[in-house]
């Protein structure tokens, strides 16, 4: 393929950067490397696929190459390119972008010893145990009677069950009782997570009390930066777990830094020296613990909010971390206070059907701190509508920011009311 973009651009270094599967939060990814002067690559993973309507912008790359399982195959088809970096677009590049770094030597590569412990969730918690990270109770299991016992036995009810390796809440239950147990086992063994990939097991975990967080980092050459932290807000219903909105975590309020240092200590136990990671942490009092951890940007990601409230964003950041990791490193060194104040809000669908006209987004555009709103689902008539049971079926997220944060708290009621309120009533 040759690029619409690349005949109009001359300024380019003659090193490549090489994208695996860049969807979802990727998408933003081969934009910035090309602002860069940095050609870009993409490989697509065959055999898993992230859903959801951000489709890889394969007129920013030179080439797309499919990846049938063949990775001798694959590296003669990029020998024709000097390759400076390789990473993960999205959660399904991450384990191919491990091997195929690993096998073209780049100095950017994570290894693949713990490339497993960096998708599969089980894996993942007992490589914090073994260096002594602070983790859940956590337990791979093929049926709902093996998790019903172990929940008696030793990890107690509640009990969490979800797939080993997924992402957006797929399919995670919070069981109170072993019918529960059952039913959310059921919906998983045998089984396609929302990669595409049949689940050959199950996860259950320890359930976690207190306040949940996201924090969002990028690491140059075994050094971790945090960039951001977001308390999370969720709701249950049937014991699904939802998120409603998410606040931004100031660096001066001290949950910032216990957060920031266990991440850290994730980070190490996981080997992710180079690129981005989004972890989710249960923190109860001030003592953390890891949900889960991904070797990729957060998806949901909204560029322009958080380099208008931070000053930088996981995009440009992973970019400068690859491109030049020492003044990486020693911009980011201080972190300084939020200017104003940020919160983004999950719009939920309360039924599926169709649009018989589009969603009234000018009645949120017009709150007053309305910053932007990215839609995963469309709002136009006649395009169809997903009752919202998961992160991947929201209909879309509104980034709020204003100096007030009781202007957000004012606005978040708001976009609830309005929902409450005719919002959804094209569907049918």
Same mark, same amino acid.
């Given at each position: ?11 380019? !270094? ?82 191919? /972008? ?101 689940? !050959? ?65 994730? #980070? ?37 909010? #958080? ?30 206070? #939020? ?41 136009? /008539?006649?395009?169809?509508? !997903? ?12 980034? #709020? ?28």
């Amino acid at each position: 393929m040759t690029s619409i973009y690349m005949s109009k651009i001359s300024t380019f !270094t003659s090193e490549v950067i090489c994208l695996v599967d860049g969807t979802s939060s990727g998408i933003y990814l081969a934009p910035a490397f090309l602002a860069a002067g940095y050609r870009c690559v993409h490989i697509t993973n065959t055999f898993e696929s992230f859903p959801g309507p951000s489709s890889v912008p394969l007129d920013y790359f030179e080439e797309d190459i499919q990846f049938d399982g063949d990775l001798h195959e694959l590296q003669k088809r990029l020998a024709k390119y000097r390759i400076a970096h390789l990473m993960a677009g999205s959660e399904t590049g991450v384990e191919l /972008a491990d091997q195929l770094s690993t096998a073209l030597g780049l100095r950017s590569s994570n290894g693949i010893e713990l490339s497993l412990a960096r998708r599969d969730k089980f894996v993942m918690q007992e490589a914090l145990r073994r260096a002594g990270v602070p983790s859940p109770q956590t337990k791979t299991v093929l049926s709902g009677e093996e998790v019903i016992a172990w929940a008696t036995a030793s990890a107690g009810w509640p009990i969490v069950v979800k797939p080993p390796r997924s992402a957006g809440t797929d399919r995670v239950r919070i069981c109170k009782n072993e019918e529960e147990v059952r039913g959310a086992c059921d919906a998983i063994i045998g089984k396609k997570n929302m990669l595409g990939v049949t689940n !050959t097991g199950i996860l259950a975990q320890q359930f976690l009390e207190g306040n949940e967080f996201m924090v969002n980092s990028v690491s140059a050459q075994g050094e971790h930066r945090i960039l951001e932290i977001w308390r999370s807000h969720k709701y249950m219903t049937g014991g699904i777990p939802l998120y409603d909105h998410l606040d931004l975590v100031c660096p001066s309020e001290h949950d910032y830094a216990v957060l920031a240092s266990y991440t850290v200590q994730v #980070l190490q136990a996981l080997d992710i020296r180079h690129g981005p990671a989004h972890a989710e942490v249960m923190m109860k009092g001030d003592k953390p613990m890891l949900i889960e951890c991904a070797a990729r940007l957060q998806g949901n990601i909204n560029p322009a909010a #958080l380099l208008r409230v931070t000053g930088s964003n996981q995009i440009i950041d992973s970019v400068a971390s690859y491109i030049s990791p020492h003044r990486f490193l020693a911009r980011t060194k201080l972190l300084e206070p #939020l200017n104003e104040h940020c919160k983004i809000v999950l719009l939920l669908s309360p039924l599926s059907g169709v649009l018989a006209g589009p969603l009234p987004l000018e009645r949120i555009e017009g709150l007053a701190s309305f910053h932007s709103l990215r839609l995963r689902q469309k709002a136009t /008539a006649g395009s169809p509508i !997903t009752q919202t049971t998961d992160l991947l079926t929201t209909v879309g997220s509104v980034y #709020l920011v204003h100096d007030d944060a009781m202007q957000l708290d004012r606005d978040y009621a708001a976009i609830r009311d309005i929902e409450g309120n005719g919002f959804y009533a094209n569907i049918l």
